[in-house]
């Protein structure tokens, strides 16, 4: 299999530690430079006609896109380490934790990067700096729902480790790096904690 990923790309990384923390080995790392617009380019569009990274090259050529997709691939594929739920009940609870992660903080984070960051002008065009801000302002409104979450489990999807905590930890390094986002420094102390606790796994130092 070959995993196209790009360096720094949030939703990449959230397949990469998925990976990790499944423990899968001999699965190809394609590295597309998003800087160079080698996602446009197209060879690229050939695999994946919205030009977008993540995606997954199975070994009978086949082509999967979208991060959530790919990882549910992964999971059946390799049932070890479960990280989606085992059965209907605990699947439903893990997706919606991870929907709402997704939705309301993972995407709030990246739309407000998407329109505020000037590295990122030349791949989001037209930027509009409004909308970036007030999507900083909603997605914090998710992290004190998160807070007060983990204030009363240790997971964000309950008692274990899921893919609902890579989704939220991707999300929160993606806003680390580019938004100076620290939600200890905002109040939110049991997020903090728990970013501080997932950051030691070592899933979350794994190269993409």
């Not at 597309?32 to 993540?54: M, T, W």
């Not at 059946?76 to 059965?87: E, R």
């Not at 009363?152 to 899921?162: E, I, K, S």
Request: hydrophobic share 40%; charged share 25%.
């Amino acid at each position: 299999m070959k995993f196209y990923t790009s360096t720094r790309a949030p939703n990449p990384r959230r397949v990469a530690m998925f990976i990790a923390e499944k423990g899968l080995e001999g699965i190809e790392q394609v590295q597309i430079d998003i800087g160079a617009c080698q996602h446009r380019s197209a060879e690229y569009l050939a695999k994946n006609p919205f030009g977008r990274v993540p995606a997954l090259e199975l070994d009978d050529g086949r082509i999967l896109c979208e991060t959530r997709a790919i990882c549910t691939w992964l999971d059946g594929h390799a049932p070890q380490n479960n990280l989606m739920g085992m059965d209907y009940d605990e699947r439903a609870f893990i997706e919606m934790a991870d929907r709402r992660v997704e939705l309301h903080l993972f995407l709030g984070i990246a739309n407000c990067v998407r329109h505020t960051h000037p590295g990122l002008a030349a791949l989001e065009q037209p930027q509009f700096a409004d909308y970036g801000v007030v999507q900083g302002e909603k997605m914090r409104e998710t992290a004190r729902w998160l807070d007060a979450t983990l204030a009363t489990q240790p997971f964000v999807a309950g008692q274990r480790f899921t893919i609902a905590d890579i989704t939220a930890f991707c999300a929160l390094e993606f806003g680390r790096g580019l938004m100076k986002f620290r939600p200890g420094a905002e109040g939110m102390t049991h997020l903090q904690a728990w970013r501080d606790r997932i950051a030691e796994r070592p899933s979350a130092a794994v190269v993409y």
